[in-house]
């Protein structure tokens, strides 16, 4: 498998993991930057810093559940982005987010499998246990 092939998958697993963390029982959460209710499976993992940035690519604090329209018209909503984030982790954690996303990381493609492995057993807890199954 190759580095390309292998983030792809782990984007999609990943992804599921956010939003999933983020809803109730019956699937709906509340956009991290705008708190619409949507359901999971219409809503994003929005990043706070671009997914570009591989640093903070497949960081937790990085990617929040987000309704589309932040997300995508509103490029991200990165300001209220980062209030929330201090808001919610406290001060500075916007700014450390940004320093580490200028960083360098290449993850290697046994990296990116053994993440797979790890977010694949994070959702499907996530879907048991809300019964999301």
Known sequence: MT???????????FSQFIRLR???DEGWGACFTCDRLRHY???DAGHFMV???MPTRFDEL???FQCKAC??????????????LDQLHGEGTADR????????????VHELEALCKIYKE????????KGLE
Not at 3 to 10: E, G, I, P, R
Not at 97 to 108: C, D, G, I, M, Y
Not at 122 to 129: D, P, Q
């Open 3 to 13: 580095v390309s092939k292998a983030k792809a998958k782990l984007d999609k697993i």
């Open 22 to 24: 983020a809803v109730n």
């Open 41 to 43: 499976k219409s809503a």
């Open 51 to 53: 997914r570009q940035k």
């Open 62 to 64: 990085n990617v929040q």
């Open 71 to 84: 997300n995508g018209f509103e490029g991200g909503a990165q300001y209220e982005f980062a209030k929330r």
């Open 97 to 108: 987010l940004v320093r580490l996303s200028n960083e360098t990381k290449r993850f290697s």
């Open 122 to 129: 994070k959702v499907n807890e996530l879907r048991k246990s």
